[in-house]
């Protein structure tokens, strides 16, 4: 697959590879596993010579060593006798790097914790003595998140503060996903909701889809079928890959939380009743979940501020798929019974699309307010609900103009009537921002054509109408 719109990370990565032609430079770069950190920065060392690569593999740090003294070499042809520690093989880099610049990169850096712990101090030490002489520009890339954090921002650890930047690698943008597919022929906005729902905007994931279509043409149920229900399909086990080393011994509580939630229960009561754990516990695991392991969000409805009202959610995509579906239903997989499940997924995606949908259309609403085609520059943009159940998909405001636009999603356009009209506006009743002052847009965002004398009605009331 080629290399898609990473140019603002590619822009950073040669503005500080600049800077480190006049001071040595200690970069991150971490991001959840498959978000394409290490295709980043071998594109950019493509385009610089001086760069080298480190893989940290976890094995002997005497295998490591020769390793990376056979690649050192290639570089340095004097360097004929093997590094008998980290240490040796760290002072020749910073030597190296005070006689001409210099780029390495570490991928995997958090490994070093199970190699050798004392390669920290070690590059504290010659930092501390060497950055103002040395040109060097580090790049250190992590993907065990809570690791890379403690090693980098623990206040006892010796690489605390020597950081100079930092790139956290966010997942594609929707408009970027939309390009992908488009490269493999698939066009509709009913493809990008299939594979965004799936796959969210994670790089890897597309190359397995890519191999897919290439290998066969498939339905979209089938490739669900290849790529998570076979023994062997390639994300099966996904979620335990990605996760059981974050996690470590609580493992099996944060995935009992992480299927519940995905599941549909995102309120902290009906949380707790089904894992059982009382919600003075519980606030501890969603707390980690949302600011130690960032796989959880905490939404409030517009409008509000910290309150009782808040709901969780899975921000991974994937993650939400699959432990809707896999995780809950490994049993039945593995037993063989892997129609049973998809006939599942076939009857309950749509309840996991609807949600993906309204995220792909405030994300499209954003991009049109940056574009100037929207009905007024957007302040804020979410979803309104109440403590008795009055609940509104998409509210955009703009604050200083006082207006607002209420709207509401369906996946189909056969579910849209001219009582979507008169609830929407009985529901906006209830949103209390500048009641009495603001003047109200409402609309509905479909997939597909509604029914052409229903569209000529809500166009005569200044109903907008958005078809995907």
């Not at 006798?81 to 002072?91: I, V």
């Not at 939309?178 to 698939?186: C, G, P, S, Y």
């Amino acid at each position: 697959m080629k290399f898609y719109n990473r140019e603002k990370e590619l822009e950073k990565l040669k503005s500080i590879d600049l800077l480190s032609s006049k001071k040595a430079q200690m970069t991150l770069i971490m991001g959840r596993r498959r978000v394409g950190k290490t295709e980043l920065v071998k594109r950019f060392l493509d385009k610089n010579k001086e760069g080298i690569y480190f893989f940290v593999g976890r094995k002997k740090a005497k295998a490591l060593l020769e390793e990376y003294t056979a690649i050192l070499a290639e570089k340095f042809p004097t360097l004929v006798t093997p590094f008998r520690n980290f240490s040796e093989f760290f002072k020749y880099i910073f030597e190296i790097s005070k006689e001409k610049k210099i780029t390495i990169v570490f991928d995997e850096f958090q490994n070093f914790k199970f190699i050798d712990n004392s390669v920290f101090s070690t590059i504290q030490s010659l930092w501390d003595a060497e950055k103002n002489r040395a040109r060097i520009n580090l790049i250190l890339v992590g993907s065990l998140i809570t690791l890379m954090e403690k090693i980098f921002a623990g206040s006892h650890e010796p690489l605390f503060g020597r950081a100079t930047q930092k790139i956290y690698l966010e997942p594609f943008d929707i408009n970027t996903v939309q390009t992908i597919l488009e490269d493999f022929n698939l066009k509709t906005f009913t493809d990008l909701l299939n594979f965004y729902t799936i796959f969210g905007g994670i790089p890897k994931y597309y190359e397995s889809l890519e191999y897919e279509i290439e290998s066969n043409k498939r339905s979209f149920l089938e490739i669900v079928h290849d790529l998570f229900l076979r023994k062997d399909s390639l994300l099966r086990n996904e979620g335990f890959d990605l996760l059981i080393e974050e996690f470590g011994k609580n493992y099996q509580t944060y995935f009992s939380l992480l299927q519940i939630i995905a599941g549909g229960s995102t309120k902290m009561s009906e949380i707790s009743s089904r894992i059982g754990i009382p919600i003075t516990a519980l606030s501890r695991f969603l707390e980690n979940l949302n600011k130690t392991f960032r796989l959880i969000d905490r939404r409030e409805p517009i409008f509000s501020s910290f309150s009782r009202l808040g709901r969780y959610y899975l921000n991974d995509n994937l993650l939400t798929f699959w432990f809707r579906y896999i995780f809950r239903f490994r049993s039945l997989l593995e037993i063989g019974r892997e129609r049973k499940v998809l006939d599942f997924i076939k009857k309950d995606i749509k309840v996991l699309q609807g949600l993906v949908f309204e995220e792909i259309v405030k994300q499209r609403l954003l991009s049109e307010d940056t574009r100037g085609k929207f009905i007024f520059e957007i302040d804020g943009i979410g979803k309104f609900w109440d403590r008795v159940g009055h609940e509104i998909d998409l509210v955009a405001y703009n604050q200083k103009e006082k207006k607002v636009f209420f709207g509401e999603c369906k996946i189909s356009p056969g579910k849209i009537n001219r009582k979507c009209i008169s609830d929407l506006k009985t529901k906006s009743a209830f949103v209390p921002w500048m009641k009495g002052e603001r003047k109200e847009y409402y609309g509905v965002i479909t997939i597909g054509k509604i029914r052409p004398g229903l569209k000529r009605t809500f166009e005569k009331e200044n109903f907008i109408v958005w078809e995907f």
